[in-house]
C-alpha cells in the first residue's frame, strides 16, 4: 500500500468512525445514568461533525490534486455463508456523488446541532433528543457513503429508527407515539424491500457491491452489467425502499405525521436530508434504472404523481410544517423525474439546493406566524393571498376535488389501511382462528358458547364502531 493509499485509508476511518464513537459516548453515558451536560453534549456532537467534514474536505482536495475519482475504503468481510453465495462486506465509497452528498449532510447536521441548543434548552429530553439525532447523524453518514447494499441497509434502518423515536419524542402525548409506529411500519415496508434486493443481487452477482451491478464503478459514467429483466427486478424493489423513506405515491401519507417531532428533527429529516435518502439511492444506482425502459417509465411516472399530489396537498393545509412537508415532496417528485430522465448532475444540485433552502424554512417556522401577523399591523390590512391565475378555467367540481384531494392527504392512508393493511389482518385473525380450533381439537375442550365473545371479535367489533364514528 503507498503512502497515498494509507492517507487515504486513514482519513475515510475516521470520517467513519466519528459519528460511531459519537453514538458509542452518548449512549454509554445514558446507560450508566451519567448523562453529560447541555454544553458538553452539543460540543460532543458539534466535534463529531467536524471530525467527518474536514477529513472528507480534505479527501476531495486530494481527489482533484491527483486526479482520481473513485476512493473504495474496505473494512473487510464480517459474515460469510459460502452455501448462501452471501457475505456482509462493508464498503465505504468517496466519489463524486458520495462526498458532495456527505459534506451536505455534516454542514446540516451541524447547523440543525447548534439550533437546537437554543430550541431544547432546558428541556427534559434535551440528552435523549441528541442520542437519537446521533443514531441519525451515523445512518446518514454511512447511508451516504455506503459502497455495498449492506453497508447501505445499516444506515437506511439507523435512520428510519432515530425518525421514529424522534417522531414520538413527546412521549407523554399519545398522538406522537401512534404517529411514530404509523412512521415505522411504512418504514417496515420500505426495508422489508430493500432486504429482498440485497438478497437478489447477491444471487445475481455474487456479491452486494453497487459495482457489481455496473461494469464501471465510477459514477456517474457505468453502465449496467445485468440483463433489462434482472435490471427490472432489482430496480424495482429497490424503488419501492425510496418510496417509502422519501414518502413518494402512495406512502406519502405518513409525511404530515412526522410533524409531531420537534422542528429540528422535522428541518433536518423530513426537509433536508432524510426525504432526500431514497432519491440518492436512485441516483447511485442510476446506470441501473437506465438499463430497463419499464423501470425508467416506473421511476417517470412515480416521481410525477408524488410531485403533483405534494403540490395539490401543500396548498390546503391548514399548518406550515405540514404544508412545507408536501413541498418537499414535490420537489423530491421533480429529483426522481431528473433520475429517470438521466440528469444525474442536476438531481444532485437540486438535492442540495433544496435541502438547504427546506431546512432554513423549516428552523424559521416556528416565528412565522407571529413575523407575519405582525407585517399585517404594520402595514394595516390583509396580505393578498397569491392564487394561481388559471384555475379560473377549471370547472367547480374539479376545483372541489382538488381540494378535498389535497385536503385528505390524496386518501393514500386510507387506501393503505383498506387495500394492504386489512387483508393483512383479516388472514392473520383467521389463522388465529383456526389455531384455537385446532388446539381446542386437540387438548378435548369444548367449543365456546355464543354468548362468550372472543378477544379478536371484541377488538373487531369495536375498530368497525370507530370507524363508524
Known amino acids: 500500500m503507498s503512502t497515498l493509499d494509507l492517507f487515504f485509508q486513514v482519513l475515510g476511518t475516521i470520517v467513519v468512525a466519528s459519528p460511531v464513537l459519537l453514538l458509542a459516548v452518548l449512549g454509554l453515558s445514558l446507560l450508566l445514568n451519567r448523562p453529560f451536560s447541555e454544553t458538553t453534549t452539543v460540543r460532543l456532537t458539534q466535534t463529531s461533525v467536524l471530525l467527518s467534514l474536514l477529513p472528507a474536505i480534505a479527501i476531495l482536495i486530494l ?22 453465495a452471501f457475505h456482509f462486506h462493508l464498503k465505504f465509497t468517496f466519489d463524486r456523488l458520495s462526498i458532495p452528498f456527505l459534506m451536505l449532510s455534516c454542514v446540516l447536521c451541524g447547523v440543525v446541532g447548534e439550533f437546537t441548543r437554543r430550541y431544547l434548552h432546558r428541556e427534559q429530553g434535551f440528552t435523549r433528543f441528541f442520542l437519537f439525532y446521533a443514531i441519525f447523524y451515523c445512518g446518514m453518514v454511512l447511508s451516504s457513503l455506503a459502497g455495498t447494499i449492506e453497508t447501505l441497509f445499516v444506515g437506511w434502518e439507523m435512520v428510519g429508527l432515530s425518525s421514529a423515536l424522534l417522531i414520538a419524542y413527546f412521549h407523554e402525548r399519545e398522538n406522537p407515539v401512534r404517529n411514530g409506529q404509523r412512521v415505522w411500519t411504512i418504514y417496515r415496508l420500505s426495508d422489508a424491500a430493500l432486504l429482498i434486493a440485497a438478497i437478489t443481487m447477491h444471487h445475481m452477482v455474487g456479491e452486494g457491491d453497487f459495482g457489481g451491478l455496473m461494469n464501471s464503478g465510477i459514477w456517474p459514467e457505468g453502465t449496467a452489467a445485468v440483463t433489462s429483466s434482472q435490471a427490472l427486478l432489482v430496480g424495482t424493489l429497490l424503488l419501492i425502499g425510496a418510496a417509502g423513506k422519501s414518502a413518494l405515491f402512495p406512502f406519502s401519507g405518513w409525511l404530515p405525521r412526522a410533524m409531531e417531532g420537534p422542528t429540528p428533527s422535522s428541518a433536518i429529516f423530513y426537509g433536508a436530508l432524510s426525504v432526500h435518502l431514497g432519491a440518492y439511492l436512485l441516483l447511485r444506482l442510476s446506470p441501473l434504472i437506465e438499463a430497463s425502459l419499464a423501470l425508467q417509465m416506473m421511476v417517470l411516472s412515480l416521481g410525477a404523481i408524488s410531485a403533483i399530489g405534494g403540490a395539490l396537498m401543500s396548498r390546503v393545509q ?7 412537508a408536501f413541498a418537499s415532496l414535490t420537489q423530491v417528485g421533480i429529483i426522481v423525474v431528473e433520475i429517470g430522465l438521466g440528469l444525474r448532475y442536476l438531481a444532485l444540485i437540486h438535492i442540495m439546493g433544496h435541502a438547504t433552502l427546506r431546512t432554513m424554512q423549516l428552523l424559521r417556522a416556528p416565528t412565522l406566524i407571529r413575523d407575519y401577523n405582525d407585517l399585517e399591523n404594520k402595514i394595516g390590512s390583509r396580505l ?8 379560473r378555467w377549471l370547472p367547480q367540481s374539479l376545483q372541489r376535488w382538488c381540494y378535498r384531494f389535497g385536503f385528505d392527504r390524496g386518501f393514500m ?50 375498530q368497525d364502531i370507530s370507524t363508524a364514528a
Open 318 to 324: 391548514n399548518d406550515v410544517k405540514t404544508s412545507l
Open 63 to 84: 481527489m482533484l490534486a491527483t486526479g482520481l475519482r473513485n476512493i473504495p475504503i474496505e473494512i473487510g468481510n464480517w459474515v460469510t455463508i459460502p452455501e448462501q
Open 384 to 391: 393578498q393571498q397569491p392564487s394561481w391565475s388559471g384555475v
Open 413 to 462: 392512508d386510507i387506501a393503505l389501511d383498506r387495500w394492504v393493511a386489512g387483508p393483512f389482518l383479516k388472514c392473520f385473525r383467521t389463522c388465529n382462528a383456526w389455531e384455537q380450533k385446532v388446539t381446542r381439537l386437540l387438548s378435548n375442550e369444548p367449543e365456546p358458547s355464543t354468548e362468550e365473545a372472543s378477544p379478536d371479535s371484541v377488538d373487531a367489533s369495536s
